[in-house]
């Protein structure tokens, strides 16, 4: 078990860094960053000056060892645009971006299981092609165009909810909802084909022939092993949601990190767009270790492995 | 099955053995026209997704000719026109028209084009550098496979949506570049689907009388793993296909993927969502449609191939 956690971790540390590698030549490839820094008519020995007090006359694999130990430091740079660290300006956006992400997990969650188990434990019934055919439009429709339906219809027509910015849960409901569907609609489809599957092996044969109640084999002994590699998957969704959720943000005027993101592109704002993308693989690469351990303690196969 | 005698047959039948569906495809390449053929004939949902797709193909293809107008031109005198239904609405604008005069369905005819070259060009690509890869992988052993599999394991773990804006950000816009870039962040799964397929043959009696033969290496990878291969290629792509076309309007919704002068469906829906609150409902609606038409019919014909060409879960169907 500890040698599954182990290498799992020096995996994320790999991933790590070539994210920061591949962030790192953002700054490169895209040009020279004096010639964002320094105004057009700045003399040449300014120019090199500047380069030398930032370190950009050094070899690039040592300009990359110091943004290394910058960021390990916190040290993201600080932002062209608006002057402050980049890294404090990506976590003040954080919560608001965490909180769309974790309602709709929530959403498509609460949703999901009840349908994904009714559909399977009833399969070809009027409410599994109901389900299926729900969840198969869920899944081919854009969530951004999700969102802007909704907003359409419920701020625009019947103006029952706001369409934009973030403060009260009236705000929460259509960015969620309308991120939430796509979600929810794979999770269905994953529960669904999860319990069917477990429900032809020889345990559930056995729990049935002690006669077990057929409510108790679905909850208690199908459930259950569906969502051991469910686990996997939700945690992993949650994970790409906060990057996936950038385009929910802009649609709905949501003060997230995507948004900041997306401003820092239209500026070329570098250090913002690096910390955005090193903050959303610490979280992905974080929330998947942490996947991994509750998939040890779950699964007794994995953890009594020497 | 088919040695059985009938009797056992339909008592096997009655109670099916559905196995428990493998994430990889560890089974050998089975002929499976006949069945394949049969559950197409018996799926009429899978018929009509079929003949709905091949009639936006022909859309795609025929686009110049079938456009009403041209889809960038910019008719000022009709801007903001609703659709044809409408008393507002004028003839050749079947759907309407955008902010800056640009008609809706034109747009949309012109979009599938981009979303069909980009989800099959990007998904081609990565089936080809992850096809190598992984036989490569599968076949080699040692150092190779270490290494191409840890790259895998780095590409996994990493959102797409991420990896891909990263990438756009890096290179900029552009309609190849995004298909590369897509190339570059789907090959991850073709390659290590085709390595479990190689690993699960390359110890069987066949594969080993072929090197007693003395075939090279490389006439045993196309000729013995590359065909075991060819059926959960397919069922990946299947699947990629509509994924690709779904970051790739995404990615032309933000802002970053094909440049502005394209008729994208993503770029479309961003120009319409400018003018929603005006009430214009249609120049965002309406690409979006047919972006989900385009989708689903894909989805059902990939979950259809899978339940039929998959063995361990044809039983499901």
């Known amino acids: ?33 004096l010639a964002l820094l320094m105004p057009p008519d700045a003399p040449p020995s300014d120019v090199e000056e500047m ?31 608006h002057g402050q660290p980049a890294l404090k300006l990506v976590l003040e956006r954080l919560p608001a971006s965490l909180e769309l992400v974790v309602t709709t997990i929530i959403i498509s969650l609460i949703l999901a299981l009840p349908i994904g188990v009714l559909a399977a434990s009833r399969r070809g019934s009027m409410i599994d092609r109901v389900s299926l055919l729900g969840s198969l439009i869920g899944i081919s429709a854009p969530p951004f165009w999700i969102g802007i339906a909704f907003i359409f219809i419920f701020s625009v027509e019947l103006q029952w909810l706001p369409s934009s910015g973030r403060g009260t849960w009236a705000h929460l409901v259509l960015p969620a909802t309308s991120l939430a569907l796509y979600r929810l609609a794979l999770f269905i489809r994953l529960i669904r084909a999860g319990m069917l599957d477990v429900m032809t092996m020889d345990f559930i044969r056995t729990a049935r022939s002690k006669g077990v109640s057929e409510k108790k084999v679905i909850y208690k002994h199908a459930l259950k092993n569906t969502l051991i590699p469910f686990v996997t998957i939700a945690g992993m969704q ?8 950038i385009v929910t943000e802009k649609v709905f005027a949501w003060p997230g990190m995507g948004r900041l993101f997306l401003e820092a592109i239209g500026v070329m704002d570098f250090p913002v767009i690096i910390a955005w993308a090193l903050v959303t693989a610490t979280i992905f690469l974080t929330l998947n270790f942490i996947v991994d351990i509750i998939y040890v303690y779950l699964d007794p196969r994995i953890r009594h492995e020497k | 099955m088919s040695v059985l005698p009938r009797t056992i047959t339909t ?9 428990p569906r493998a994430r990889f495809w560890f089974f050998e390449y089975i002929p499976a026209e006949r069945q394949l053929l049969h559950s197409f004939l018996t799926n009429k949902l899978v018929l009509v997704a079929l003949a709905m797709l091949i009639g936006l193909v022909f859309i ?17 005198r009709a801007r903001l026109k609703p659709p044809i239904w409408d008393e507002r609405g004028a003839s050749p604008f079947y759907l309407g028209t955008d902010r800056l005069g640009r008609d809706v369905l034109s747009n949309i005819i012109f979009g599938l084009r981009i979303s069909l070259l980009v989800g099959f060009f990007s998904v081609g690509i990565s089936m080809i550098i992850g ?23 780095v590409q996994l773990s990493l959102p797409l949506i991420m990896v891909a804006l990263c990438f756009m ?13 897509l190339a570059i962040t789907g090959w991850a799964e073709y390659a290590r689907t085709v390595r479990g397929t190689v690993l699960s043959i390359r110890e069987k009696e066949y594969v080993e009388a072929a090197h007693a033969l003395g075939f090279g290496p490389w006439t045993i990878m196309v000729k013995y793993m590359l065909i075991n291969a060819i059926t959960p290629v397919l069922v990946l792509s299947a699947v990629q296909i509509p994924r690709v076309i779904m970051l790739e ?67 499901q169907v």
């Open chain 1, 1 to 33: 078990m500890g040698l599954y956690l182990f290498r799992r971790l020096y995996q994320a540390i790999i991933v790590f860094l070539v994210v920061s590698g591949i962030v790192f030549s953002i700054l490169h490839i895209s040009g020279d960053p």
């Open chain 1, 51 to 81: 380069r030398k007090t930032l370190g950009l006359d050094k070899p690039l694999i040592i300009q990359y060892a110091l943004f290394l130990k910058n960021a390990a430091q916190g040290n993201l740079g600080v932002s062209y645009h």
């Open chain 1, 238 to 245: 949650m994970g790409s949601l906060l990057a996936g959720a």
């Open chain 2, 11 to 19: 008592a096997i039948a009655k109670e099916p053995y559905n196995p």
């Open chain 2, 60 to 76: 795609a293809i025929f686009a110049p000719w079938i456009a009403p107008v041209d889809p960038l031109e910019q008719i000022l």
């Open chain 2, 131 to 153: 096809v190598i890869l992984g036989l490569i992988a599968g076949y080699a052993r040692g150092f190779w496979e270490s290494f191409i599999m840890r790259a895998v394991d």
């Open chain 2, 169 to 181: 950000v890096i290179f900029g816009q552009g309609l190849w570049k995004m298909i590369i870039v």
């Open chain 2, 249 to 315: 309007a995404t990615l032309s919704f933000l802002g970053l993927g094909v440049p502005v002068n394209t008729p994208s469906i993503g770029l479309a829906i961003a120009r319409g969502y400018q003018v929603l609150f005006s009430g214009s409902w249609w120049a965002s609606i309406f690409p979006g449609l047919a972006l989900m038409l385009l989708v689903a019919c894909i989805n059902i014909i990939a979950d259809w191939l899978r339940d039929a060409l998959e063995p361990r879960s044809r039983e």
